[in-house]
């Protein structure tokens, strides 16, 4: 039986460094496009939205899907993997992160739990993707014939 490594620090800190930049780029884009209703508060509505939308389907699912990491994960030295250690692709991606929503509840209470005692490590997205997050720098989990970022 494989022995699957949560590398739980590195994910979660992996998860704030992208989650901080998408919320920072959200905030500008907020600031400049949005619209100013009262005292420090902006809304956008309509096809306003479709921007920040593109964004993070740039930045998580096709960066996932073609380099295997985020930026946070890349920091870490971290890469998403199917569960024969292989590529994945836009589409695995897209699979794990439209449960973002439910994984990230509670600032990532959800997700933390099941990384910590599913026996894969495996956040609601990774399970239903059918993926993993592996540490390219510990060979123990290198699963297969992919490199760091290649």
Not at 7 to 19: C, E, P, V
Not at 22 to 28: E, L
């Amino acid at each position: 039986m494989r022995h699957y490594k949560a590398n739980i620090k590195k994910r979660i800190y992996a998860s704030i460094l992208d989650y901080g930049l998408f919320g920072a780029c959200f905030m500008v884009y907020l600031i400049f496009f949005g619209e100013y209703v009262e005292e420090g508060a902006y809304t956008i509505s309509g096809g306003g939205i479709l921007p920040i939308f593109l964004f993070w389907l740039l930045y998580f699912v096709i960066a996932e899907g073609v380099y295997g990491a985020t930026l946070g994960h890349q920091s870490f030295n971290l890469k998403v993997v199917t569960l024969h250690g292989e590529k994945i692709g836009i589409t695995q991606a897209l699979k794990r992160r439209f449960f973002d929503p439910i994984d990230f509840f509670c600032f990532g209470l959800v997700a933390f739990l099941l990384v910590r005692n599913s026996e894969k490590n495996q956040r609601v997205g990774d399970a239903y993707a059918k993926t993993l997050v592996i540490d390219t720098t510990d060979p123990g989990q290198n699963l297969g014939p992919i490199r760091p970022f290649n």
